[in-house]
């Protein structure tokens, strides 16, 4: 086979379906029209976020494969393979506890700075720094929590349960649907033990995002409305966390229901969201979860561009301004909705600055992004010669 980076887009959908597919399976097993799906092998229009999801998923990959972003499995890069073996040792080990290499064991409040060291190592999307970290919490705090009592264990419970959660988070990103539920499995067993309810619900978010990375968005929605629910709070008088929780909340279901082209309920989740930010106040941290006015204005230009409302994205942009102290991901993240909503409004050569900024701040993150790819391929309808240097710039194969 060719290099993967220089097929097409329909060559990479037809290669990953094989012969034992046909187009007619894929397009039942995607959810999506055979004539799609006849379109997208033959380089013929332009495939949705949501289309690409969906795709993904029933070829049982990544975005970022399709789009030549990233190589099938035995293709990927030798540091992120590294990385993933790592972070899947640590998450089985650890949860079957197989593993007695503790000669000098950490301290709580040691492991606890290590798992500090890991939230910021996820926020800077620097994989191989995080699954090193979370392979020493999990693994020495698993032992530790077989042994503790009292205050130690429940102290150790939300340690694990959070390290958890940023090895599944890791993991959905580099393509790894079945260790990112594997991970979060633990998470959500040791949030319950905790018995704390907002770790809980934020253990819960992550879920919601992982069905929706899955392109099944309809059960995102669902997890994210049922385990707010359960917190909803008083806005006279619920403790900041239970708001925090709520409104990120609040943001997976308005996300999720914009990706299924549901406006109305997408606006009404929104609205919440914005609430909860109100009443905060402030951005604030959690477990690891960033929420605030921040999140809320930032996630509202994602979702105007899910929805196709991409002068609104613009104009919700032009207003906002982001903090110093936004994570680096989240920035990003943010920066891509705007380069899409950009391409959209035929802003070609801002939407390739965008992307160059975000790939020049982010690389290790954006090559497992799969906005890239699609901002890439609307740019070079206008010019391939400036995507060629955009790929080169961030290191990232956007177009064959």
Same mark, same amino acid.
């Given at each position: 086979?060719?290099?993967?980076?220089?097929?097409?887009?329909?060559?990479?959908?037809?290669?990953? $379906?094989?012969?034992?597919?046909?187009?007619?399976?894929?397009?039942?097993?995607?959810?999506?029209?055979?004539?799609?799906?006849?379109?997208?092998?033959?380089?013929?229009?332009?495939?949705?976020?949501?289309?690409?999801?969906?795709?993904?998923?029933?070829?049982?990959?990544?975005?970022?494969?399709?789009?030549?972003?990233?190589?099938?499995?035995?293709?990927?890069? &030798?540091?992120?393979?590294?990385?993933?073996?790592?972070?899947?040792?640590?998450?089985?080990?650890?949860?079957?506890? +197989?593993?007695?290499?503790?000669?000098?064991?950490?301290?709580?409040?040691?492991?606890?700075?290590?798992?500090?060291?890991?939230?910021?190592?996820?926020?800077?999307?620097?994989?191989?720094?995080?699954?090193?970290?979370?392979?020493?919490?999990?693994?020495?705090?698993?032992? &530790?929590?077989?042994?503790?009592?009292?205050?130690?264990?429940? &102290?150790?419970?939300?340690?694990?349960? *959070?390290?958890?959660?940023?090895?599944?988070?890791?993991?959905?990103?580099?393509?790894?649907? +079945?260790?990112?539920?594997?991970?979060?499995?633990?998470?959500? $067993?040791?949030?319950?033990?905790?018995?704390?309810?907002?770790?809980?619900?934020?253990?819960?978010?992550?879920?919601?995002?992982?069905?929706?990375?899955?392109?099944?968005?309809?059960?995102?929605?669902?997890?994210?409305?049922?385990?707010?629910?359960?917190?909803?709070?008083?806005?006279?008088?619920?403790? $900041?966390?239970?708001?925090?929780? =709520? *409104?990120?909340?609040?943001?997976?279901?308005?996300?999720?229901?914009?990706?299924?082209?549901?406006?109305?309920?997408?606006?009404?989740?929104?609205?919440?969201?914005?609430?909860?930010?109100?009443?905060?106040?402030?951005?604030?941290?959690?477990?690891?979860?960033? =929420?605030?006015?921040?999140?809320?204005?930032?996630?509202?230009?994602?979702?105007?561009?899910?929805?196709?409302?991409?002068?609104?994205?613009?104009?919700?942009?032009?207003?906002?301004?982001?903090?110093?102290?936004?994570?680096?991901?989240?920035?990003?993240?943010?920066?891509?909705?705007?380069?899409?909503? &950009?391409?959209?409004?035929?802003?070609?050569?801002?939407?390739?600055?965008?992307?160059?900024?975000?790939?020049?701040?982010?690389?290790?993150?954006?090559?497992?992004?799969?906005?890239?790819?699609?901002?890439?391929?609307?740019?070079?309808?206008?010019?391939?010669?400036?995507?060629?240097?955009?790929?080169?710039?961030?290191?990232?194969?956007?177009?064959?």
């Amino acid at each position: 086979m060719s290099n993967w980076a220089e097929l097409t887009t329909g060559g990479r959908i037809k290669h990953l $379906r094989g012969s034992d597919l046909t187009q007619q399976g894929l397009a039942d097993a995607a959810g999506v029209s055979l004539a799609l799906v006849q379109k997208a092998e033959q380089g013929r229009g332009e495939l949705s976020v949501g289309s690409l999801l969906r795709l993904a998923h029933a070829l049982r990959t990544d975005v970022a494969v399709i789009l030549g972003q990233q190589a099938p499995r035995r293709g990927m890069r &030798q540091d992120t393979r590294t990385a993933l073996r790592r972070l899947a040792d640590a998450v089985h080990d650890s949860a079957l506890g +197989d593993w007695d290499g503790l000669d000098d064991p950490s301290t709580i409040a040691e492991l606890s700075a290590v798992h500090g060291r890991a939230c910021s190592a996820y926020w800077r999307g620097e994989y191989g720094a995080l699954s090193e970290l979370v392979a020493k919490v999990l693994l020495e705090g698993s032992v &530790q929590y077989g042994q503790a009592t009292g205050r130690d264990r429940e &102290q150790l419970g939300s340690l694990l349960a *959070g390290t958890y959660q940023f090895a599944s988070s890791a993991a959905i990103l580099l393509g790894q649907r +079945d260790l990112a539920l594997s991970a979060l499995t633990s998470a959500r $067993r040791l949030a319950t033990t905790s018995g704390d309810e907002v770790l809980v619900a934020l253990v819960e978010s992550t879920l919601s995002w992982i069905h929706l990375r899955s392109a099944k968005a309809a059960r995102a929605v669902t997890v994210a409305e049922r385990a707010a629910l359960r917190i909803e709070p008083s806005f006279s008088s619920s403790p $900041r966390p239970q708001l925090l929780a =709520f *409104g990120r909340l609040m943001t997976s279901a308005a996300v999720a229901a914009s990706r299924k082209g549901d406006a109305t309920a997408a606006n009404d989740y929104l609205s919440q969201a914005h609430a909860a930010a109100a009443r905060l106040g402030r951005d604030e941290s959690l477990h690891g979860t960033h =929420f605030g006015p921040t999140a809320a204005t930032t996630e509202a230009v994602g979702i105007a561009v899910a929805l196709g409302d991409h002068g609104r994205a613009l104009r919700l942009a032009s207003r906002t301004e982001l903090p110093g102290s936004m994570p680096k991901l989240a920035r990003n993240r943010y920066k891509l909705d705007v380069a899409l909503a &950009q391409c959209a409004a035929g802003l070609h050569d801002q939407a390739g600055d965008t992307l160059i900024e975000v790939g020049l701040d982010a690389p290790e993150w954006v090559r497992h992004q799969a906005l890239p790819g699609v901002i890439g391929q609307r740019l070079a309808k206008v010019s391939t010669a400036r995507v060629r240097t955009i790929s080169e710039l961030i290191g990232v194969p956007l177009i064959a």
